[in-house]
């Protein structure tokens, strides 16, 4: 279920577990969405983390990766671009923040939008009446 992202983030604000989770949680949220319309790759997404858990370079790199691969297809315009290359000892602010939770919000809108719009046709048959 699309988790309401927070797209105002601020240099008073603190990042924290559930943040990154809500992003992975929307992220899948996408993933499923532009499944609509073409073929993605494998994508993984870490949703429990807790108290007790430090993130590392590679996990921001995958996360950034895994909202670059969603883009390919379609990029909204107001895309910010995805941070890519993240080091040990590069800070992550709320720009990063901000960044993730934006990018996310514009696929989700346009996807949202366009898989509502698609005919879908099938045939139901009901019953156990004998032919």
């Not at 994508?43 to 590392?56: C, G, Q, W």
Request: aromatic fraction near 12%; include cysteine; charge should be negative.
């Amino acid at each position: 279920m699309w988790m309401t992202p927070k797209l105002d983030w601020n240099s008073a604000d603190f990042y924290n577990f559930g943040d990154l989770n809500r992003v992975e949680n929307n992220t899948e949220i996408v993933s499923g969405l532009v499944g609509f319309f073409v073929v993605l790759p494998p994508l993984t997404f870490v949703k429990n983390r807790d108290m007790k858990r430090i993130e590392f370079a590679d996990s921001l790199n995958r996360v950034e990766s895994n909202q670059d691969a969603l883009r390919q297809r379609y990029t909204p315009v107001g895309w910010l671009q995805n941070k890519l290359d993240w080091e040990a000892n590069v800070a992550f602010s709320f720009n990063d923040a901000r960044r993730l939770e934006h990018n996310l919000n514009l696929l989700y809108q346009h996807y949202k939008g366009n898989t509502e719009i698609v005919p879908i046709c099938g045939a139901f048959i009901c019953g156990e009446e004998a032919i």
